[in-house]
């Protein structure tokens, strides 16, 4: 089965105070380590940014189609709209250490009903790591319209499974310097 990743990188980075993607870890910019990671385990690879990075083609490119939306239920609409298979698999640009093995996990879930498949680690939804099918997107420009922009009251009004998944580290987000000073 092919599956489209897409990467959610259009937040503003207001935390970081720059362009997360940018942040360099290890001499290489953070969106790298994640599309490395996420790039062997689907069909194809699109980025969902608000600003063109440089280092990838701008055809697997996009920005959101939501304009007035705060949070990643924008990218994840515009992704669902742009993916060219039944399936995505979503993650955060801020995320390096994604799981290896995080699509296969997950699609092993796939079924006839279920519309959204996320992990869950040590009792925490992780809803940008997740496994979407195309079918769920038309909602979602009247669920931000009803300003409820939170991605997990979304995922509830649809069919859907919970991964669990052991190893936390796998799924940290680096939102800040500190967080970054943690991480390095």
Same mark, same amino acid.
């Given at each position: ?6 990467? !959610? /990188? ?7 105070? =720059?362009? #997360?993607? !940018? ?9 790298? %380590? ?12 699109? *980025? ?5 990075? /440089?280092?990838?083609?701008? &055809?697997?490119?996009?920005? +959101?189609?939501?304009?007035?939306? #705060?949070?990643?239920? /924008?990218? *994840? ?16 640009? $801020? ?5 290896? +093995?995080?699509?296969? &996990?997950?699609?092993?879930?796939? $079924? ?7 992990? @869950? ?12 099918? =195309?079918?769920? /997107?038309?909602?979602?420009? $009247?669920?931000? #319209?009803? &300003?409820?922009?939170?991605?997990? $009251?979304?995922?509830?009004?649809? =069919? %859907? #499974?919970?991964?669990?998944?052991? +190893?936390?580290?796998?799924? @940290? &987000? ?11």
């Amino acid at each position: 089965m092919k599956i489209t990743g897409i990467i !959610l /990188a259009g937040g503003l980075s207001s935390r970081m105070g =720059q362009n #997360k993607s !940018l942040v360099e870890i290890n001499g290489m910019p953070m969106i790298l %380590h994640v599309y490395n990671k996420l790039l062997p385990q689907v069909s194809s690879v699109l *980025i969902s940014t608000n600003e063109k990075l /440089a280092m990838f083609p701008e &055809n697997v490119q996009f920005q +959101d189609q939501i304009k007035e939306s #705060k949070g990643p239920l /924008a990218g *994840i609409y515009s992704g669902l709209k742009k993916a060219q298979t039944s399936w995505v698999q979503f993650c955060p640009n $801020d995320s390096p250490n994604l799981p290896n +093995d995080l699509v296969e &996990n997950l699609s092993q879930h796939i $079924d006839d009903q279920t519309r959204i498949i996320l992990p @869950i680690v040590n009792g925490r939804f992780e809803p940008t790591f997740m496994l979407c099918h =195309q079918s769920v /997107a038309n909602d979602i420009p $009247d669920f931000i #319209k009803n &300003n409820n922009p939170k991605i997990m $009251d979304w995922i509830q009004t649809h =069919q %859907h #499974k919970t991964v669990k998944f052991n +190893d936390k580290s796998e799924f @940290i &987000n680096i939102n800040t310097e500190s967080d970054l000073k943690v991480f390095n």
